[in-house]
């Protein structure tokens, strides 16, 4: 029923009518969007089947409200060589509220540069970053110091092209054309394989070191070569990771360690002289072979055993993987001390404020340390009833093994040690007995 009007009210005012009318050439084309920027597109259509479709349904919503959305990065690198992406991350001219505004399932994370996580079943993140450009001279600190602290300035797809450390890693996947964008010359980089910075290797590095650690990952785990200009410059600029911020090197070390490259990796960081700067007492330990009595040999063994392991049971947990980094040099530390805890809290006192390792796996560290020479004499004790008794067991398995020595004692102990399956519960039967069943 309608409401009687109130005659005591004044008339509702007069509100003007009108529209808007597009005027010819407001909604530029793709093509002059990106006119004057040096685009190159290169026909490239992707395995769909390899491409995420949560992160396909992000990039197609975001183009429905207007924006400018691609694939970006890692996953467009990673699918032209033929492998199959982790993650999907998303560029779009979108800015952080807008993606929300688009997405219930979407939070809004960072400080010093906003980001969007879409949030799918299963704990998929769809990343959706804003397009970024480098800060001008205006916006930054007047100073001979390259090293980037900031750079949260939003900008134009080619800016965020052009920002980017590598060429292989600022290529845009367009969905809709099957086209892949290269601002930087990407593209002939990933048919040559090679890793090459965007600009004057020298600069990239001084602005971000932790470059110099992504550039050895990308070449270990995806089997790049690195372009001359670019590995001197490593080499060159190497002592400039002792600027870089301490989480983010300890982060980059896992990072090398996780890839399933781990020999590789670490044999690159030793012949640069990288490891000299981060990790310098397991760079003595490897540079003196004749002392330590085959010591390299004893470890980049165990760094190849190591990533069998992760090709054959996947990723394995973080404690394993830095103590079997630092095995062999606190081995050597520790050996004849009779204060074993002593010598390798001494040891490890320097690499933790170096690289910020974090308390929970430092300390760890320290107890697989006292745990494995028990381990491999057989005197287990109360050290089965603790929570490191299995990440002991994996350490002192890949020590034998790369001794080796036979592995069957610690198969033997890991079965015993592992949690029995959970018994299947039979459900009571709904049917009634039937008379003179046996109970």
């Known amino acids: 029923m309608r409401r009687r009007s109130n005659p005591d009210l004044p008339p509702p005012p007069e509100l003007p009518s009108f529209t808007i009318e597009p005027e010819e050439g407001d909604v530029p084309s793709v093509q002059e969007r990106h006119a004057g920027t040096g685009l190159q597109r290169h026909d490239a259509p992707l395995d769909e089947d390899a491409i995420d479709p949560d992160a396909a349904k992000v990039v197609r919503r975001l183009e429905r409200a207007g924006h400018q959305a691609y694939l970006v990065g890692g996953c467009v690198r990673d699918l032209l060589l033929g492998g199959r992406p982790k993650d999907f991350d998303v560029a779009t001219s979108a800015r952080p509220d807008d ?24 704990g998929k993140v769809v990343e959706v970053a804003t397009f970024r450009r480098n ?54 980089d990933v048919v040559a394989r090679t890793i090459r910075t965007i600009g004057d290797p020298g600069v990239r590095f001084r602005e971000d070191p932790v470059r110099i650690l992504r550039a050895i990952k990308f070449a270990a785990r995806l089997d790049l070569g690195i372009a001359p200009a ?63 009595e085959d010591g390299s040999a004893r470890f980049f063994g165990m760094m190849s055993l190591l990533d069998r392991k992760m090709k054959e049971d996947g990723v394995a947990d973080d404690i394993v993987l830095m103590t079997a980094l630092l095995y062999e040099p606190l081995e050597e530390a520790a050996a004849g001390v009779r204060d074993r805890m002593g010598a390798v809290n001494e040891f490890l006192d320097p690499v933790i404020d170096r690289i910020a390792m974090p308390r929970r796996i430092a300390d760890a560290i320290r107890r697989i340390m006292f745990m494995v020479p028990r381990i491999l004499a057989g005197k287990i004790g109360r050290f089965a009833r603790t929570d490191l008794f299995l990440p002991a067991l994996d350490v002192a398995e890949l020590v034998l093994a790369a001794r080796g020595r036979s592995t069957s004692a610690i198969e033997a102990l890991r079965r015993e040690a592992m949690p029995p399956p959970p018994r299947e519960h039979r459900r009571p039967s709904s049917l009634p007995r039937q008379r003179g069943a046996r109970r």
Not at 99 to 122: D, K, P, Q, S
Not at 257 to 263: E, Q
Request: charged residues 30%.
């Open 99 to 122: 993606v929300r505004g688009l997405f219930r399932n979407c939070r809004i994370i960072g400080r010093r540069f906003r980001l969007a996580h879409v949030l799918f079943g299963g």
């Open 135 to 188: 800060p001008t001279e205006a916006e930054t600190d007047e100073d001979d110091d390259l090293l980037i602290r900031s750079d949260n300035v939003f900008g134009e797809a080619h800016e965020d092209a052009l920002r980017r450390d590598f060429t292989i890693n600022a290529l845009f996947y367009d969905l809709d054309r099957r086209q892949v964008l290269d601002w930087c010359g990407g593209m002939p």
């Open 230 to 292: 670019v590995y001197d410059a490593m080499v060159m600029n190497r002592g400039e990771l002792a600027r870089a911020a301490r989480p983010r090197i300890f982060e980059e070390i896992l990072r090398l360690m996780r890839a399933g490259a781990s020999h590789r990796s670490m044999w690159l960081l030793w012949e640069m002289g990288c490891m000299a700067v981060l990790l310098p007492e397991l760079s003595a330990f490897l540079d003196d072979d004749e002392a330590t």
